[in-house]
């Protein structure tokens, strides 16, 4: 593989893997707190792309605004998602997969109804509009101003969740309700306002990672559903209960998305057309390999630590 | 092999186990002798339903042997322990409650011809064992005093006659030995002893043998041939009813003796 | 301070406890004792809002607690330490005590943490590690700290001694007795009466849901052949 | 206004309620009955498909003596003429193709159906299992739209026909497709309702109420599932063989994680666990189609910019929604049918 495509796909290794992060914490987050496999979680991306866009539209260029709407609108969707359906759902003792079915459904309306307002104001393929301009160029290794809002946004976006989790109340509250939600109702965690809060966390990052999204590809209503599958790899690369294992299964799928794949295109002229099996596979093989993902590989490093 | 009359139905050679750090049972040995109703006592999380768990292998030993019959069964499934002819009731009582009571117990009836889903479409060829079972379904809920409510759904059943269902199910599986995990829990004190009354039946009626973990010592004891106490994973003391009974170690478990 | 009276509750459709009536004295340590099954945990459960009530009452002070959301019950003074699942153990030590301290004014909490090691000296040495690395007296230390934080008026404990080696058993007893020395109520399930009555003031048997005796500590060991007659250890019980 | 040819929308609504309703039988069977949640349905419907994309343009003219022209890329149009001019003069060929094409699917399919059941005893929870066959259809569906020769990739396949094509009526030989449909999805009603009102059924029932204790009772469950995975797996791929010869083309794009949750709400509307429940689910979901298609085209018409398809997703999910929170047991809920045992005791009773 020529070392200009290496590093190409180095950087953008960095840049899909940061934003797979922002959105498979949410799926880790929602699937241990809420015990529910979220698959609406993409809809709440694409919302706060569209979100994102239309802010640009009308004019805003500044990206922190941008993001904040992003942020806004991916936190309403979801917690209106938990209040109208799962929250209702969950009172009835219903089976998981009735819970899974309902994420889909909650999927559907948000992207349908995405799909009705792009349709209608013809929001198709924009891209949110800030000017494109190179900040670093050295030989073939090219970084835009996308890549230094995107890769340091996600990361500190990254740090500051591990943060809230770890360092404040609210963090420790919801690592309780995802250990014993049944001991954190005896102590006295408000558990239907931790939820919530939790649920407005999730979306807004979610909703923040399409618009960091959207400044590299184009909006569309598709496009949270697309990576939907490539997010729960990472999820499941991370146990469905481990932040950084799943920080880290991330950037794995990212790795293997982009350098693996075009390694395995240069070198054994796999079509790049099977790139999409790529998370797939990770699914496949964590869940019948190695069901605790990364989770106790870090765990075990960490004890050592002490 | 040739049966050794002497030897005990069911043999348990130093059973282990280990959940995690925790050892719920450790180096348990204990004889069940063919015929008999022996009772399994000892404070909670004393490792009683562990044990039943583990003969039933619906957990997987840590080390030691269970014997039946002589032969080893300490590497088989669930469904083949069954088949060998152990059954188990279960704490919580575990029926299929969005089923009717008569399908609770024809279900368990071994080597049905219409469970082969290829054979399953053509009702002629399954239909009259169906009807025979049937028949041997009524003797059993007869004797449970179940019979009227046949097409009742078991949720709509009373925490006795749930019991009591349980119990019928296993019998429909023919076994030679009946696990009993707690038969009287949650049941009306009068009601426990007719429980018990049933279950002497099984062994009169049916020469089935009975291992049976109870903690109304009072109803055990009368009914009870040999009483084995448990406490942290331990067998703490074995005896006939008389002696278990003026025991101190029991007095000690149970009351702080 | 507690006062039940004609409490039948129990879990989905099964009614456990029998129009159950008994009264919690103030600053008294009480046992509940009785057989597996006769409605000791269900009676806690019942009154953290934990099952099913079917009819009755439970007055805290004059005031009713069925009917209140789980969540809300720490704040009127009640603190519970359930027999199983009682820590957050992939928490760490350190943040299990937080939790437990999360009801207090913020301002308390510092004071309350630190005086906390004073009364449970292991656990300050065990901050930094993950709860569910603690041995089985630890484990039940914190539990008992992390409801103790709360600053707690009533405090109940569902088999406390539960599954621990008789020596470790004792110094979880030894520390309850040293909390109601601090003026906390103690409502204790147990099943090792002896134990029980070493430690407590005031004894109640349930016994297939229903009350069927209770006096103090005294009065429970001078009727010993009784109590044990309820307990189902003594020979007279099979005539 | 626009015309509406009322047989003929009736015959595609009825030949879409056919296909749709062998799907709906098939995922009844494995999750309304055995609880095993099959959200894999899209690929075993695919493999039928694919089947049907492949007979008809390798296997057919084999049948009937010509030499197989390669369907895809230039040579495409030369395999669609020959596959017509097989189709209008040989109808033996045709219909022996078609039973070739169903058995190869069903085979195909339960094979694959029966050892992905296995793949459940490896895993940690019982949910995964959903999302192994969810994340494994789609991986087949990347890797055969990925493959040049298979279906053509991306472009599909356009040389499947469905066998009455030889008649000079359209209307004629498309009712004559409709009756093949709906013959195909009442057998497989007789079948499944048969299945569950035997001890087979029983058995099923156990496993779905409680894995645990069914095992305790001497049931080989693994066996069980790996059985009715193959039996709903191969009514599937039947189903989509049929939906192939339908549509006249296979193309992976149809084989979506949407059309296993259109199977879904089928199965979830109707009434899990009961056979009749899943027709309806079918018929209705069937009608939804038809009509959003007849509503889109109404609409546009009327010279509104809205795109109709995008609110029948939105009502699908609001139905879902609803169904799920107000009738768990849809329409039509679980019959207590039974194996005849009843009636036996219910005449010892009597007497």
Redesign the interface.
Known sequence: MPPALLTTSLVNTIQIGSLYALMALGITLTFSVMKLPNFAHAEYVTAGAYAALIVSLSGVLNPLVIMAAAFIVGALSALISQLAVFKRLEGKEVSLYTLILSSFAVGLIIRYILFLMADYFNLFDLRIGIPLTIVFRDGSLILSNLFAWVVPTSIVLVVLLTLLLNATPLGREMRALANNVNLARVIGIPVERVKNYTWLLVGGLAGVAGALWGLQTAVHPLMGWGAIISVFAAAILGGLSSFSGTILGAYVVAFSENTVMLFLNANFGVDLAYKPAIPFIIIIAVLLIRPQGFTNLIRRAGDLQR | MPEDPARPLLELKSIRKDFGGLRAVDDVSLDVPKGAIVGLIGPNGSGKSTLINLIARATNLSAGQVLFNGENISDLASDEVFRRGIARGYQEPALYFKMTVLDNVLLPVKDQRGEQPWYAPWRRYWQGDEAAHAQTAVDVLAQVQLLQHYDTLASDLSGGQMKLLEIARCLMGRPELLLLDEPTAGVAPKLAYEIFQQIARLRDDHGITLLIVEHRLEILFDFADYVYVMHLGNLLAQGKVDDIASDATVREVYFGD | MITIDGLTAGYGK?E?LQDLSLTFAEGQFSAVLG???SGKSTLMKAI?G?NTIFGGSIQLRDRELIGL???????LGI??V??R???????TVR?NL???A??LPKAERPAALKELLDVFPILGRRG???AVTLSGGEHQMLAIA??WL?KPTIMLLD?PS??L?PAIASDVFRILQELREQGITLIVVE????????YCDYAFVLR?GMLVFEGTAEECLQDEETV?GY???H?S??L | MINIDIVATAIAVLTLFGIYSLMAISLNLEYGVAGVPNFGKALFVSIGAYTAGITYTRLLPLLSGFEVIHPCGPTMGGALQLRSEIMATQPVAGFINLGLTMLIAAVIAGAVGFALSYVTLRLKEEWFLALVLLVGGETVRIVVRGADDFICSHNGISSVAQPFYFLDDPRTSSLLFMLLALALALLAYLYSERLIRSPFGRMLKGLRENEDVTRGLGKGISLARAQIMLIGSAIAAVGGALFALNTGFVNTNDFVVTLTLDVWVMVVLGGIGNNRGALLGALLIALMDRFTQVGAIALNMSGSDVEFNYVRFIAFGIILIWMLRYRSAGLLPESRLTTGAHDVVRRVLEK
């Open positions: 099964l456990i057989p597996n099954g953290m934990l959301r789980t969540e809300e019950i720490p704040r603190a519970y359930p027999q699942e009682n820590i957050f153990d992939e928490l943040e937080q939790l437990g999360r009801v930094s590690q993950r992390i409801a709360s088999e539960a599954g080696a099943q090792n009466a002896r134990r029980a009555l070493q297939e044990k307990l189902g250890v020979e019980a099979r």
